[in-house]
Structure formats: structure tokens, C-alpha cells
């Protein structure tokens, strides 16, 4: 029954990149379903109360919708989605100027707005139903049937709304009120003093516009609070309330989808930022580092960015990463670690043919955990450098939450030197979109926010890894070639104390990873096991390696330490052999790392 849906390209699903999203989509499983006698205009509206305090983005989110709808057809009908705008607290032309300082698509053809002159003289709930039936409003509406009909805000129904919170049973009406057919009251005691109830206001609202648009969207400030919830939490047939809260001092906007009548939609509370356009200086709110990553699109306005339990739960949903029917690989497969001798700690098992599996499992995550200056991160970056360098279809994602993109680049290509690769290769990789580098700068950056620019970074590169598979002509049997490394998970509490609050934050990172088939490695020092224990990272590793500093300090030879690690693969996947136990050294000249499987051999190296 309920089959259309109303889409926009700011309501898309996940996979499709490169669009402008503000991902409310995603929170619905691609739009919000339409029942058929309503496409015809055989029934009342859906009545959808968008209500919250004053700045959190209310107008601004129904604007942008409005705004993206006007200019997309719609999949079924190839037509856009017709609105009109009740402004009845800014005029039309602020309005606009705000649409155009976003940079949002907009079709004047197909959004119509009424200026807040019209609207000067209401004082009760009565003047604005006149208003609306006189002869002026009439044509607007009759010329072409919107679609969508927005009354910006309800405030314009004046003091004498009773908008208290009651219940239609507990809005008593006073002795001696007459109601007339529109259900509005008149009173022996004077109408200048008759009190509406929300249920009645609701009420007539979907009667005015019955047979004339699909849905009513009421916009209205309001402070939730759990003792005292208003009727139209149950009158409204969608009900979305924006909302402020307070962690560590820092104030942060959500979004909440209460109810949606007709069709399922995401539960909590998903973050909501709102962004100036590119070229606006009206707002001094930091852009996202590595070139506003995160926002996917050219545009300013709404970005929504899901709950980590929504990304968990939806990781079989629109999330998902391959079908049922697409080829897995079915045998353990490795990407190999470019220090020689290195692979002998790392079996991973054996083909049917008896030949032996080793490196970094692919597709799985492993950690890498030990002393600061133990050489975990050379390991991983060098493992990602010999990944990209070997094929040409691997692509690479660089997480850091220690070093910005420069100081990140400028050890890849030091790392390049001592695996004899041209200088200028990594940079070569980045332009042409094999190598992602994201900079998570230290600060309050919430976990909805720090897990939204993670996915959006590989669900980027999987689609352009996509296209360049499909483009071979041919199929990667091994499945997806992409490498994440993500570096400083000890320094979540001190650079990012509100993604360390969320105890799910890094088992979710990592479940995401791995059920996209993106081989990830972990990196973190253990210097504080207590707070490495509560990420929770060690549970969710395939293959945890542990680097541990032993100093060498020998007064005849060189009065200086020079640390040898001493490595040793403490888990492995499950069916091959664990415990393997290695060292590593620097080279005295280069700086580059050696292993070897003797202590005495790399004594002697050192």
C-alpha cells in the first residue's frame, strides 16, 4: 500500500557517494513512505511536527528539504516535489537570501512562499483559518496541488493557543464555550479570552488542508522535557524533535525521529551540525579537517550524522558492504609485512596444496600494541606503503589522531626511502585517490562525529576501488583491497574525551571495518592499561602483536641506549599456530627496521 517515497539528492541512500546528503535517508531506509489514497489526495495529510528549542536548526532542516526537493524529480513520477511555505515570522526575502548563502538547488517552479506580512494581523487560531480560506490562498493552492504545505511557525496562532502540554481529556474548556464547524470556540465571556487546546488546533489544521497536499509540516519551539510531553505526540503522525545537550560543558545539537506512522525508522538521538556554505563568512565554526571530509558535497546546510548503535545496527542494512551471493574469499589470505623475516612470527595457515599463509589477515583487524617507540607504527606504515606500492588496485585510508596530514606524509615518505620507492610516491597515491589521509585534530569531537567522517572515508574509497574493479573487466576473487590504519587509540581520553566516554566507540569503528572486508590495523601504547582495557580494541583483534623495548646499554661500546623490541604475536586467527617471538632493531645508518628471530642476532645488529 504505502510504496512511494519521497527522495531528494539530500536524502539518498549510503552507497551512493559523491551526492549531496544530509543522510536523514538513511535514518528512514531511503524516504518517507506516501499511502496511496494520499498520492490522490483522497484523505487527510500526514500531519509532521518538527518542534524543539529556538537555534537548533528547525527551520533551516525543512528549508533545506524543501529547498532539495524543489530541484530533484522524483525516481517515479520524474517530477520535483511541490511545496509551499507558510513564512509567518521572517520574510520571503531573508529567506531566500538564506537559501542562496547555502548553495542549495532550488526550483522556483516548484516551491511557493507566502511572506509574514499576510500573517500580521492574526491573533488568534481563527484569523490564521480565515486567512488561509480567502480567495488569494485559495488559487495558490488549487493551481497546482503541493505536495508539501509548511507553517512556519505555529507561534502565529497567537497567545490564545493553549499550547500547555494537555491531553484532549484534560484540556478542560471553560463553562459556557460554543464551538463553531471549524471546532474553533467562542465564548459568552468574550472570544479575546478563549483558550485553544493543541487538539483542536491539530484538528483543524488537517481539516483545512484535507484533499489539498500529502503532508503538513508544523514547525514550533518547544522545551522537551519527559514530565511534561505535548498531545501531538500522539495526534501527529511524524514527529521529529531537535534538541540540545550538554557533555563536558560542550553543547551539541541532536535529532530524534519520535514516531513515523506507516514505516519504521532509526531510534536515539543522531547528531545534527549545520554548516555555512563555502563561501559564506558568516560563521566562525571550524570546518572539518582534510578538506571538509565529512560533508561530502559542495554545499552548506543540515548533516546528520548517525549513532554508533545506528551504524551497528545497520551494518546488514543500507550499510552493507557485499551481498550474500558476492565472492568471499573461503581460505585465509595476508598482506605482507615488507621487513624481511618479519612473516615467520605471522602464519595465517595453509592452502589445500600445503603452501603456508602468512602476513596480516586480510579482511580482519589486527592490533598493534606496546611501549612507546617500539616501531608499531613503522610496521603498519610500511605495510601500507608495500600494499599500495605492489598493486595497483589496492587503496590505502590513514586515520591519525596523532600526526596532522603533513607530518603523516612526510613519514610515509621516509618509510618509502628505506623500501627503496621513489621519492613523491605517496603524494602521487593521494591525487590519484589510492591513499585517504584524515587528521582527527584534538577537541570535543563527538563519536557520532568521529565514526561519520570514518565511514564516509571508506565508503569513498570502496566506491572508487568499485569502479576501478569494474573498469578491468575482470573480478578481484580476493574480494575488497583496502587497508585502514588508525594510529593513537591511546590517545583517545586526551584528544577526543567524548568519543572515550562511549564505550562502544572503538568495537564499532572496527566491527564497521571488518564488515566492509577492509583489512584495519590498530595502533596503540600501553602505557595506560586501564584506559587501553576500556576501549575495548583488544577483544575485537583477529591478530594482537605485542612490542615490548628492551634497552641495551653497554659503556665499552656506545654509552647511549639503542632499543632492541622484542616482538610476539600473541593471537592469531583462529586454526594457525601462535606465539611467535621476534626482535626488531634500527639500522645505524638508514633507519630503517631489521628482524630477526635471535636475540643475540640483534644485539649483535644494534
Known amino acids: 500500500m504505502y510504496r512511494q517515497k519521497l527522495n531528494d539528492e539530500g536524502l539518498v541512500p549510503l552507497i551512493k557517494r559523491g551526492e549531496p546528503v544530509c543522510w536523514f535517508d538513511s535514518l528512514l531506509n531511503n524516504g518517507i513512505e506516501i499511502p496511496q489514497q494520499l498520492q490522490e489526495f483522497k484523505r487527510r495529510p500526514l500531519i509532521w511536527l518538527v518542534s524543539g528549542p529556538p537555534g537548533t536548526g528547525k527551520t533551516t532542516f525543512v528549508l533545506e528539504m524543501c529547498s532539495r526537493l524543489s530541484a530533484k524529480p522524483q525516481p517515479d513520477t520524474k517530477e520535483p516535489i511541490y511545496s509551499i511555505y507558510y513564512s509567518c515570522e521572517s520574510p520571503v526575502t531573508a529567506i531566500k537570501e538564506n537559501i542562496k548563502s547555502f548553495g542549495w538547488p532550488c526550483n522556483d517552479r516548484f516551491i511557493k512562499f507566502v511572506d509574514e506580512d499576510k500573517f500580521r494581523n492574526v491573533k488568534k487560531p481563527g484569523d490564521f483559518f480565515d ?111 531537535l534538541m540540545v545537550r550538554i557533555r563536558q560543558n560542550y553543547l551539541l545539537n541532536y535529532f530524534r525521529i519520535v514516531k513515523m506512522r506507516f514505516q519504521d525508522h532509526s531510534r536515539g538521538e543522531h547528531l545534527l551540525k549545520i554548516y555555512p556554505g563555502p563561501e559564506s563568512t558568516r560563521s566562525l565554526e571550524a570546518i572539518p579537517a582534510s578538506g571538509r571530509i565529512g560533508m561530502e558535497r559542495k554545499e552548506g546546510g543540515i548533516l546528520l550524522m548517525p549513532s554508533i548503535h545506528r551504524h551497528l545496527s545497520a551494518l546488514g542494512g543500507v550499510h552493507v558492504a557485499h551481498k550474500a551471493t558476492s565472492n568471499i574469499p573461503t581460505r585465509p589470505a595476508g598482506i605482507a609485512v615488507p621487513i624481511q623475516g618479519f612473516a615467520e612470527i605471522l602464519p595465517l595457515g595453509k592452502t589445500p596444496s600445503g603452501k603456508s599463509i602468512s602476513g596480516i589477515p586480510k579482511h580482519c583487524c589486527t592490533a598493534l600494541v606496546g611501549h612507546r617507540g617500539a616501531m608499531k607504527s613503522y610496521v603498519a606504515y610500511a605495510t601500507l606503503i608495500n600494499h599500495l606500492e605492489i598493486g595497483k588496485r589496492n587503496c590505502g585510508v590513514m586515520l591519525s589522531l596523532r600526526d596532522d596530514v603533513e607530518a603523516a606524509v612526510n613519514t610515509l615518505e621516509q618509510i618509502c626511502m628505506h623500501l627503496a620507492i621513489p621519492h613523491g610516491r605517496v603524494r602521487q597515491w593521494m591525487r590519484n585517490s589510492r591513499l585517504d589521509i584524515v587528521y582527527l585534530a584534538p577537541g570535543y569531537l563527538p563519536p557520532e562525529e568521529f565514526m561519520h567522517r570514518v565511514v564516509v572515508s571508506i565508503e569513498g574509497m570502496i566506491h572508487r576501488h568499485r569502479k576501478a574493479v569494474h573498469s578491468a573487466g575482470d573480478k578481484d576473487v580476493d574480494g575488497r583491497n583496502i587497508l585502514c590504519v588508525l594510529n593513537g587509540i ?19 569503528i572496527i566491527s564497521y571495518l571488518t564488515k566492509s572486508l577492509v583489512t584495519s590495523v590498530v595502533i596503540a601504547a600501553d602505557d595506560d592499561k586501564t584506559a587501553l582495557d576500556e576501549s575495548g580494541m583488544l577483544p575485537m583483534a583477529e591478530l594482537l602483536i605485542r612490542f615490548k623495548t628492551i634497552p641495551r646499554m653497554d659503556s665499552k661500546i656506545d654509552p647511549v641506549a639503542r632499543p632492541i623490541t622484542r616482538v610476539f604475536s600473541q593471537r592469531v586467527p583462529a586454526g594457525a599456530p601462535s606465539g611467535g617471538i621476534g626482535y626488531l632493531v634500527r639500522d645505524n645508518s638508514s633507519g630503517a627496521a631489521k628482524f630477526t628471530v635471535s636475540l643475540q642476532s640483534a644485539v649483535l645488529e644494534a
Request: charged residues 25%; aromatic residues 8%.
Open 131 to 241: 486567512l488561509i480560506d480567502n480567495k488569494e490562498f485559495q488559487l495558490l493552492h488549487e493551481s497546482v496541488k503541493p505536495q508539501i504545505v509548511v507553517i512556519d511557525s505555529l507561534n502565529v496562532l497567537g497567545s490564545l493557543a493553549g499550547w500547555d502540554g494537555r491531553t484532549g481529556s484534560d484540556g478542560q474548556r471553560r463553562v459556557g464555550e460554543r464551538f463553531d464547524s471549524r471546532g474553533e470556540a467562542d465564548s459568552e465571556m468574550g472570544a479575546s479570552r478563549t483558550k485553544y487546546t493543541e487538539n483542536n488546533v491539530l484538528r483543524m489544521i488537517a481539516n483545512a488542508f484535507n484533499g489539498k497536499c500529502w503532508i503538513v509540516i508544523l514547525i514550533q519551539n518547544w522545551e522537551h522535557d519527559q514530565d511534561h510531553d505535548p498531545s501531538f505526540a500522539y495526534l501527529a503522525d511524524i514527529e521529529t524533535r
Open 490 to 508: 591511546d590517545h583517545l581520553a586526551a584528544r577526543h574525551p567524548l568519543c572515550f566516554e562511549e564505550k562502544m566507540f572503538v568495537p564499532a
